[in-house]
Structures are given as structure tokens and as C-alpha cells.
């Protein structure tokens, strides 16, 4: 069976953007872009992969990327076309016809799961991750050394305690923590 993984960038206090949406106040060091080049290399958007040297790298943990209308609407038209790109909307039509457009998240997510394939990523935003929370098996949480003091959280969603068990943790020089969770 399939994993859901909510892999997602967040500022020490829990924030994965600003409330604009933005998301530039993450500093992007280069020990952890290498990391996450070696370890993710399908999360690096389409327009980066050439320069980062990835233009051809295989995908190793995913092979999808789940979206809200928010997050997609950040990026070109098919900002991850090496992957199969499924945006979560009731009002967005297709502008690329490599994207996908949902309206269950919880449906969708079920039924990817049985499919054969890698792991599925949860690429954001917030409120797909909250309506999403009971079917996430494993979160990577990139914590940069940065307060937003405001913003879009990581889960939008009501108060759900729900439990997680870290599995891995690395720091790095620039301050960064990466950690993985699983339930």
C-alpha cells in the first residue's frame, strides 16, 4: 500500500507561509538543498531541476504530489510535470492538461493508496493538510531558524491531537532541522 507523506517547509513557530501566502522568508541554505536534492529530489519543482542538476534524476520517494488551489496557483501551470500532479479545487479548471483536479481529498487519497506506485506526497497547503490529517502516514517537517509570527499554519484544522513518532532528525550548520515523523 501506498504512503501519504505530508512533506512541508515551516518556520520555528509552525508556520508554512505568511499571511499572503508567502513563502520567500525561508532561507535557502545550501547544506539542506543538497539534502533534500539527494533525498527528494522529485520535490524540487520542474523550472529549478536543470540548475540544480537534477534535470534527469530518477524520482526516489514519490511519484505523486497532491495539492490545494493555493499552492498550485504559486507555481507555473505544471510546476511538478515529473510527477503525477493532482490539485485539490471545486472552482480551478485545468490550464495544463498534466494536472489533474480533484474535489475529495479523503476519496482521492483512499483510492490512490491502493494503486501500485511510490509514496504520495502532500506538497500543501494548510487546509488540505488538516481535511487530510487522519489519512497521513509519515511527515517531514523542514523547521528553518526563522519566526513568521504569522501565517498559514501547517495544519488547518480544528483541534485533532493526533499522535506521530519522530523517526529521524538531522540538524544542519545554517540552523535547519529536518525531521521525520511517522504514525
Same mark, same amino acid.
Given at each position: 500500500m501506498?504512503?501519504?507523506?505530508?512533506?512541508v517547509a515551516t518556520?520555528?513557530?509552525?508556520f508554512?507561509?505568511?499571511?499572503?501566502?508567502?513563502?520567500d522568508?525561508f532561507p535557502?541554505?545550501a547544506?539542506?538543498?543538497g539534502?533534500i536534492?539527494?533525498k527528494?529530489?522529485e520535490t524540487?519543482?520542474?523550472?529549478?531541476?536543470e540548475? #540544480?542538476g %537534477? /534535470?534527469?534524476?530518477p524520482?526516489q520517494q514519490? +511519484?505523486?504530489?497532491?495539492m490545494? $488551489?493555493?499552492?498550485?496557483?504559486? &507555481?507555473?501551470?505544471?510546476?511538478?510535470?515529473?510527477?503525477?500532479?493532482?490539485?485539490?479545487?471545486?472552482?480551478?479548471?485545468?490550464?495544463?492538461?498534466?494536472?489533474?483536479?480533484?474535489?475529495?481529498?479523503?476519496g482521492?487519497?483512499?483510492?490512490?493508496?491502493?494503486?501500485?506506485?511510490?509514496g504520495i506526497?502532500?506538497?500543501g497547503? #494548510?487546509? %488540505? /493538510?488538516?481535511?487530510?490529517?487522519p489519512?497521513i +502516514?509519515?511527515?517531514i517537517?523542514? $523547521?528553518?531558524?526563522?519566526?513568521? &509570527?504569522?501565517?498559514k499554519?501547517m495544519?488547518g484544522?480544528?483541534f485533532?491531537?493526533?499522535s506521530?513518532?519522530?523517526?529521524?532528525s538531522?540538524?544542519f550548520?545554517s540552523?535547519?532541522?529536518?525531521s521525520t515523523?511517522?504514525?
Open positions: 501506498r504512503r501519504l507523506t505530508y512533506y518556520s520555528i513557530d509552525g508554512i507561509s505568511g499571511p499572503g501566502g508567502e513563502f522568508f535557502m541554505a547544506d539542506v538543498l539534502f536534492n539527494t527528494w529530489p524540487v519543482p520542474g523550472h529549478f531541476r540548475q #540544480a %537534477l /534535470a534527469h534524476a524520482n514519490f +511519484d505523486t504530489v497532491l490545494g $488551489r493555493g499552492t498550485y496557483e504559486i &507555481g507555473d501551470p505544471s510546476p511538478y510535470a515529473h510527477l503525477r500532479q493532482i490539485v485539490f479545487s471545486r472552482t480551478l479548471t485545468s490550464p495544463d492538461p498534466a494536472v489533474e483536479i480533484a474535489t475529495d481529498p479523503v482521492t487519497v483512499r483510492k490512490l493508496k491502493q494503486e501500485d506506485g511510490l506526497w502532500l506538497c497547503g #494548510a487546509d %488540505l /493538510a488538516g481535511q487530510l490529517l489519512e +502516514d509519515e511527515l517537517v523542514k $523547521r528553518y531558524p526563522v519566526v513568521a &509570527g504569522t501565517g499554519p495544519f484544522a480544528g485533532t491531537p493526533s506521530f513518532t519522530m523517526v529521524e538531522r540538524a550548520d540552523g535547519a532541522v529536518v515523523y511517522e504514525r
